[in-house]
């Protein structure tokens, strides 16, 4: 079971999404609901948003991780994670807050696609950061899927939050606003990529990594994109240039174009490179 969650990668990061979102909504209720002075009340929705934008994004950079077969560097991952959560949440509570306070809606519709469209910067956000890390993604596609997986995250937290209890409502919408986040980064991903390498680690474990003009690295390292136990760091390296595959093992200088269908086998590892166009 774990390992089939792994290896579908929308399954993996809509999963990790929710979880994360649904943890972060928990973790903010101690941020107490003051019903006080306009600044009160904003401090209390920032600090509220800044939490759970956090912990989503803590689940979503973990889950590049296990896609990957990386061995975890928390400090890294949170070192990443943690700001852009934190900025994108913030900035979306406090958005959304000031708005609320000092506007009058003319109909609840208008009121619920703003509310919806103000998560959608936080998915804005956290696309942009996300992007860097998801190789070939490209920051462009990651800002327009954060930024739709974000709407319709938002529209979920609102019907959600307004049918169950307090605490469970909100809980489950913003698990909800993680799983679509996550869910649209990788749809995007792709729908919109050329070429592709497919990873086999062994039975049942397998990947896909978009390959592009950022080079992907394939190695021994947890700082490698794809991880084989037992090889050296950055023992190949692949990328696109003008439609083509690229590749060059490193070990032994070795570079060459490849072609659709031509295999790979690093370790005991056993990939294909695959074009889109086939």
């Known amino acids: 079971m774990l390992s089939q969650i792994r290896q579908d990668?929308?399954?993996?990061?809509?999963?990790?999404?929710?979880?994360?979102?649904?943890?972060g909504a928990l973790i903010a209720e101690i941020i107490p609901d003051r019903?006080?002075?306009?600044?009160?009340?904003?401090?209390?929705?920032?600090?509220?948003?800044?939490?759970a934008g956090m912990l989503i994004a803590i689940g979503l950079f973990w889950a590049i991780d296990v896609y990957s077969?990386?061995?975890?560097?928390?400090a890294l991952l949170l070192k990443k994670s943690v700001p852009s959560g934190l900025a994108a949440g913030a900035l979306s509570g406090g958005i959304a807050q000031i708005v609320f306070s000092l506007t009058e809606f003319p109909d609840i519709m208008t009121q619920i696609i703003f509310q919806a469209a103000c998560w959608g910067i936080m998915g804005c956000f956290l696309g942009f950061s996300l992007?860097?890390?998801?190789?070939?993604?490209?920051?462009?596609?990651a800002i327009v899927a954060g930024i739709v997986g974000g709407f319709i995250g938002g529209l979920g937290f609102l019907i959600t939050s307004d049918l169950l209890a307090a605490t469970l409502g909100r809980m489950v919408g913003i698990g909800i606003?993680?799983?679509?986040?996550?869910?649209?980064?990788?749809?995007?991903?792709?729908?919109?990529?050329?070429?592709?390498?497919?990873?086999?680690?062994?039975?049942?474990?397998?990947?896909?990594?978009?390959?592009?003009?950022?080079?992907?690295?394939?190695?021994?390292?947890?700082?490698?994109?794809?991880?084989v136990y037992g090889i050296p760091p950055r023992a190949m390296t692949l990328w696109m240039e003008k439609g083509r595959v690229k590749g060059t093992y490193h070990v032994t200088g070795e570079s060459k174009e490849l072609l659709d269908g031509n295999p790979i086998k690093l370790g005991k590892a056993e990939m294909v490179v695959r074009m889109k166009s086939s």
């Open 9 to 23: 990668k929308k399954l993996l990061f809509g999963l990790l999404g929710f979880g994360s979102g649904a943890i």
């Open 131 to 141: 992007s860097y890390s998801i190789r070939n993604l490209g920051t462009k596609k």
């Open 35 to 51: 019903q006080g002075t306009f600044f009160t009340s904003l401090i209390d929705v920032v600090l509220w948003a800044a939490i």
């Open 69 to 74: 077969r990386r061995q975890t560097d928390w």
């Open 177 to 227: 606003l993680g799983a679509a986040l996550g869910l649209c980064l990788i749809i995007v991903e792709e729908r919109y990529r050329s070429a592709y390498l497919e990873v086999h680690w062994a039975k049942n474990e397998s990947g896909k990594f978009t390959l592009g003009s950022v080079p992907i690295h394939i190695g021994g390292s947890n700082e490698d994109d794809v991880f």
